[in-house]
């Protein structure tokens, strides 16, 4: 009779267990010395303060990032840069495996853009100097190794050879001569970058001004001293990163409700919240413009429901003061935001 009890007692009291356990939610982001994950876990320190757990995954990148979002468990947000975004769009037409990694995929945010960093030997001039070297792509899976092939094919350099290896190898590698050039793409500044035994003598940021390349990416540029090695500003281009999430369906099953409030809460607290990631968080939050939407993309119903005005975030504890006096201020966005999704 008492293990009767006993038993009894385990059961009524486990619903309360079961349902206080925070359901399970993951953001896919880069490397550890990239962007990404700095962004990723200023978002992470904002759920916190909510009392609510994002988990930030270290990952090869934005060609990663965007299958984990489509197919990984418990995984409703990814950072994938937007020439990704453009590359599956130019080729789902014809492909129906395209169509189908990209079914259900949505935008998120807009977020930043993205610096082409070439750090090359200094005899290597323009990009037209890197025919019959060895430059560093990135590992596979990544954004950058995307973005470069396809910078090397617009530019026609067919005769380069690539070497696919993760950028803190490759800067090793170059450091040590057996490469001579790496390509890496991240938000200005990178922390992979302000190494100070990067010999300013040896290596410079390789300008990009070809045309070609002008009209297909987005100009910027890395004003001097932004890394230690570096003394001159240099003209680049850009590919803007992106916040992906999924297109959850709330009366499909419980795990895509849950999935879809994990998308909404993150939504209302970035949107009533970005004045203080702008102040406190990664330097790229400066840059952030949540109306720049890649065209022939769809925002998530998910993202939409917490933009909405009576959007109820349910935190398990207060907000703090300074989250509730700052949320007054992103009016602009929310307004750029809608006049967008009305388009």
């Known amino acids: ?18 349902s206080a356990q925070e359901f399970e939610k ?28 994002l988990n930030v995954l270290e990952t090869g990148g934005s060609l990663e ?21 453009d590359y599956f769009k130019t080729f789902q037409a014809n492909d129906p495996e395209v169509q189908r990694a990209i079914s259900g995929v949505r935008i998120m945010f807009p977020l930043y853009n993205e610096e082409v960093h070439i750090l090359a030997k200094r005899e ?30 617009i530019m026609q350099l067919r005769n380069v050879e690539r070497i696919a290896t993760p950028a803190k190898d490759a800067l090793a590698r170059l450091k040590n001569g057996e490469i001579d050039a790496m390509i890496y793409i991240a938000g200005v500044p990178t922390k992979l970058f302000a190494d100070t035994s990067i010999d300013g003598a040896r290596f410079h940021l390789l300008p990009i001004n070809e045309p070609l390349l ?8 890395i004003k001097a001293g932004t890394y230690p090695f570096q003394t001159e500003e240099v003209n680049v281009i850009a590919v803007k990163a992106v916040m992906m999430t999924y297109e959850y369906r709330i009366q ?17 607290l970035m949107l009533t919240n970005l004045t203080r990631l702008k102040a406190e968080g990664h ?18 119903n998910c993202v939409k429901t917490g933009m909405a005005a009576n959007y109820k975030l349910q935190c398990s504890k207060p907000l703090t003061r300074t989250v509730r006096q700052q949320s007054a201020g992103n009016d602009e966005y929310l307004k750029l935001l809608k006049a967008q999704l009305k388009k």
């Open 65 to 85: 990032n965007f299958v984990g979002v489509r197919k990984r468990a418990h995984t409703q947000f990814g950072i994938v840069q937007s020439d990704v975004l």
């Open 252 to 268: 499909k099953n419980r795990y895509q409700k849950e999935s879809c409030k994990a998308v909404s809460d993150l939504s209302n």
């Open 1 to 18: 009779m008492r293990r009767l009890t006993l038993l009894l007692a385990i059961f009524l009291l486990f619903p309360a267990f079961a």
């Open 214 to 221: 002008q009209a297909s990416y987005v100009s910027a540029n």
């Open 283 to 300: 330097p790229k939050w400066k840059n952030v413009d949540l109306a720049a939407i890649p065209p022939g993309w769809q925002v998530g």
């Open 124 to 153: 290597i001039t323009s990009l037209a100097d890197l025919s019959g070297r060895k430059v560093a792509v990135g590992n596979k899976g990544s954004g950058t190794y995307l973005t470069s092939s396809l910078i090397l094919d």
């Open 26 to 53: 993951n953001i896919m982001t880069g490397g550890p010395s990239g962007t990404y994950i700095q962004i990723g876990r200023d978002l992470a320190n904002l759920e916190s303060e909510c009392g609510l757990t």
